[in-house]
């Protein structure tokens, strides 16, 4: 017997070696969750909002490095896919949305519920189509899932309610090729980026994702040139950790003075699998190589003498035998001293014995009369309790600082987070799929307030699921990156207060446990006991709203502006 549109659609992603399709329920996605009910192998993951799917499976996508899989029924259910898709289309991680839609006679009718899909996912979508007839399938199938994979990016297919039921007519397997080419520039260019780099006496390294699967050759690299290693956020995992004698840690607003240093008083850069977006934090008058394997890449964030299209691990491989050893090893040296004394000192933020050192009274003084939890001691205290192949979550924000600093990407440790789209609200969905992916791996989640609010429903579905994630609440009352901001320009705080009920309180309700941290004392032992406690935990800690994290090159307008902020907002109304 032939089958019907749905169970092909369920047959091939069971194939693909799919094993959760994410979403919200829906009378136009009958046919689809009806045919997963009755397929072992792959399992539906009912969420309480579609956005919440839409990050979760991008969540699986980014860790395994294959498809993701989310559903969102008829109009508002599609709609709510959006932030979430846009966040895997930012990652360049694919995704196949399954849309529903209105009866096919009723299209284009203004029919209850009616949204055009495939112009809503026109901007966020490598490829969209609708399917109007069963005949369609399973090309139709087959050409989302390569275009999302060939493209990594998202792949909407719409299948109206009256679809899904239907037989096909020509019922065959799907044949998806999945296989990509490693490809790597020809012998002029790589000439051409050797005699560059060899013509240098002081080069350093900036390594992004694109990098992780060439760390051998890339560690090879900065032996040979003496370079230090500045590490985008993304490149934490796979390049931090004490077998790397070269990173020097990260550069923008979340980075170090030390590997500003390293950029700004090199004589060559080489860019290896980034396109970190901060043109601020490049430096001026240096000769730059490029590897990535994105033509339209190259070049776009900063002018470039050599632009290597091509995997970066069989790039530096052809590259490798060209290029000479830099005797002389001052730059690295210098740019390493100044990140282990940038270390120590964020060591002593984090040590809750310097809040009773005269330094740390003295600071208290200015940011923490209250002498509330610093956001630094709680990141560096999950970061000693948490397992070495740990994986982390973390909000845009405040959280984000915070994991960057002191949460080491140390043995097989994981990291993902909105680091390209920079929504909020994408820490505890994240984590949901990344604990479904990987149910025997402790799964920690970096939540803001302010995030953690946003998507609060699909706790819920970590409960019903029993998913034992650990979401670490920086509950400082506050949008804190966005106060930070305002300060910087010298505007005073407003808007960024939120008034939070007790997150252990309401977990606690929710049937997760919940605890909560309001005295540096408690600190360790929360901290402990919520990854010592079994299933889902919610650590509700109470931070210190004024927490102040200085970028690694700040400028004197920066500092004129937190200023003024204060002093206008030491006056009545906060007025300037």
Same mark, same amino acid.
């Given at each position: ?294 033509? !339209? ?248 709203? !004024? ?30």
């Amino acid at each position: 017997m032939a089958r019907t549109v749905a169970h092909v659609i369920v047959d091939a992603l069971k194939d693909l070696g799919v094993q959760h399709v994410f979403g919200v329920v829906g009378d136009a996605l009958n046919p689809l969750t009806d045919a997963i009910r009755t397929t072992d192998g792959l399992s539906w993951v009912g969420c309480r909002h579609e956005e919440a799917a839409a990050f979760a499976a991008g969540a699986q996508s980014q860790l395994s490095g294959t498809i993701g899989v989310c559903a969102g029924t008829v109009g508002p259910g599609s709609v709510h896919l959006l932030n979430g898709l846009y966040d895997a289309a930012k990652s360049h991680t694919p995704v196949l949305a399954i849309c529903g839609q209105v009866p096919l006679a009723e299209m284009g009718s203004d029919y209850f519920q009616e949204v055009d899909n495939d112009l809503l996912f026109r901007d966020v979508a490598v490829y969209r189509a609708t399917v109007t007839s069963p005949e369609q399938m399973p090309r139709m199938l087959e050409s989302a899932v390569r275009a999302a994979v060939g493209q990594g990016g998202v792949a909407v297919l719409t299948v109206p309610g009256d679809i899904g039921d239907l037989e096909t007519g020509e019922d065959r397997p799907a044949r998806i090729a999945l296989d990509r080419a490693v490809t790597r520039p020809d012998d002029p260019a790589l000439a051409e980026a050797a005699e560059l780099l060899n013509a240098a006496s002081r080069v350093t390294l900036l390594v992004g994702r694109g990098a992780r699967d060439a760390r051998t050759e890339v560690l090879r690299t900065a032996e040979l040139l003496a370079a230090p290693m500045v590490l985008t956020l993304k490149a934490k995992e796979g390049f931090e950790d004490d077998d790397n004698p070269f990173q020097v840690g990260q550069t923008g607003l979340i980075g170090n003075p030390a590997a500003g240093h390293a950029l700004d008083h090199g004589d060559a850069l080489l860019m290896l699998g980034t396109d970190f977006p901060y043109r601020d934090w490049y430096p001026k008058d240096c000769k730059v190589v490029q590897i990535d394997t994105r033509e !339209e890449h190259l070049g776009r964030r900063v002018p470039v003498d050599v632009g290597l299209a091509g995997d970066v691990g069989a790039t530096l491989r052809a590259l490798l035998p060209l290029l000479k050893a830099v005797p002389d090893r001052a730059h690295l040296d210098e740019a390493r001293e100044r990140f282990a004394h940038w270390q120590e000192g964020q060591r002593r933020l984090a040590d809750p014995a310097h809040e009773h050192r005269w330094t740390g009274r003295l600071r208290a003084a200015l940011d923490n009369r209250d002498h509330e939890i610093r956001p630094e001691a709680l990141a560096a205290a999950v970061d000693a309790y948490a397992d070495q192949d740990a994986v982390f979550t973390s909000d845009t924000g405040m959280a984000t600082v915070w994991l960057s600093r002191f949460v080491t990407m140390r043995g097989a440790r994981r990291l993902i987070g909105s680091y390209n789209l920079g929504s909020m609200a994408n820490a505890m969905p994240q984590a949901l799929g990344a604990q479904l992916w990987a149910p025997d791996r402790q799964v920690v989640a970096f939540c803001g307030d302010g995030g953690l609010s946003m998507l609060l429903g699909d706790l819920m579905t970590i409960r019903t699921y029993r998913l034992p994630v650990k979401l670490v609440v920086f509950d400082n009352r506050r949008l804190g990156m966005v106060k930070l901001e305002q300060e910087q320009a010298g505007l005073p705080e407003f808007g960024t207060e939120l008034d939070n009920p007790d997150f252990a309180a309401v977990a606690t309700a929710l049937g997760i446990t919940g605890i909560r941290v309001t005295d540096p004392a408690d600190l360790h032992d929360s901290v402990r006991r919520a990854f010592d406690t079994p299933g889902p935990v919610l650590l509700d800690v109470l931070t210190n709203p !004024e927490e102040v994290a200085v970028p690694g090159k700040p400028t004197v307008a920066q500092g004129w502006g937190f200023a003024m902020a204060k002093v206008k907002e030491a006056l009545p109304g906060g007025a300037g």
